[in-house]
């Protein structure tokens, strides 16, 4: 079983309220995601980290931003909360090929699902 | 990363072997194929990943023709419980910058 894991699972919040969805992995993992989703649709890659201290913008335009400064952490803050933040987020892992794993796959967490009133 | 393109939804009753295929035509030489399945509400989970011909595991395999452009993955006698959406990838194993398209939303009958 993947060892990363999400907090809050469930967060109902008011608009303009600042939250942080937090995300850890036991694994030693050097590349972290944040993938966004809403019910039925498909997955969108909002953000990635190579390793410390790297994060790049994922093919989704968000508002939200994410920080890299330990290896198993990789948080994702959003500022001023709206409805349209209201959606599904999930962070995952992976491991470089070669070191550990052959295959690079993704591990997820079990996600955290944000509602903004 | 290779595009891909897989029917959008697919059902099948229990008991019945499912084969669901994925074309990608502009495969790259390092390209590998990698499938995932997610059930509503969670991550999606790994299921098999290859480079050519015939992969098997204790879930599912794989079949990759010759030319690399498309790919089939085969769920043997299916349950109830395969009812989810299976993703196919195409790219490094190196990639970083990790891409899921529209999935095939799978439906099993009882």
């Known amino acids: 079983e993947a060892d990363i894991y999400q907090t809050p699972r469930y967060l109902v919040i008011g608009t303009g309220k600042k939250i942080t969805l937090e995300c850890s992995q036991t694994m030693g993992h050097d590349k972290m995601y944040w993938y966004q989703q809403d019910p039925g649709m498909e997955l969108h890659l909002i953000h990635y980290s190579y390793g410390v201290n790297s994060t790049e913008k994922g093919d989704l335009s968000s508002e939200s931003t994410v920080s890299r400064i330990r290896t198993e952490h990789f948080p994702l803050t959003l500022e001023s909360a709206r409805p349209s933040h209201t959606s599904q987020y999930l962070c995952?892992?992976?491991?470089?090929?070669?070191?550990?794993?052959?295959?690079?796959?993704?591990?997820f967490g079990e996600g955290s699902r944000l509602t903004v009133l | 990363l290779a595009k891909t393109t897989q029917p959008i939804s697919m059902d099948s009753y229990e008991g019945q072997e499912v084969n669901i295929t994925c074309s990608h035509n502009n495969i790259a030489t390092n390209d590998y194929i990698t499938w995932y399945q997610q059930f509503p509400s969670q991550g999606p989970r790994f299921i098999i990943q290859?480079?050519?011909t015939k992969v098997t595991n204790e879930v599912a395999s794989l079949f990759i023709p010759a030319d690399r452009k498309s790919s089939t993955l085969s769920l043997p006698r299916v349950s109830l419980s395969d009812t989810a959406v299976y993703y196919c990838?195409?790219?490094?194993?190196?990639?970083?910058?990790?891409?899921f398209g529209k999935g095939t939303r799978l439906h099993i009958l009882p």
């Open positions: 990838l195409v790219g490094e194993n190196r990639d970083d910058k990790i891409i």
């Open positions: 995952a892992s992976s491991d470089v090929p070669g070191q550990g794993s052959d295959t690079g796959e993704l591990f």
């Open positions: 290859g480079y050519k």
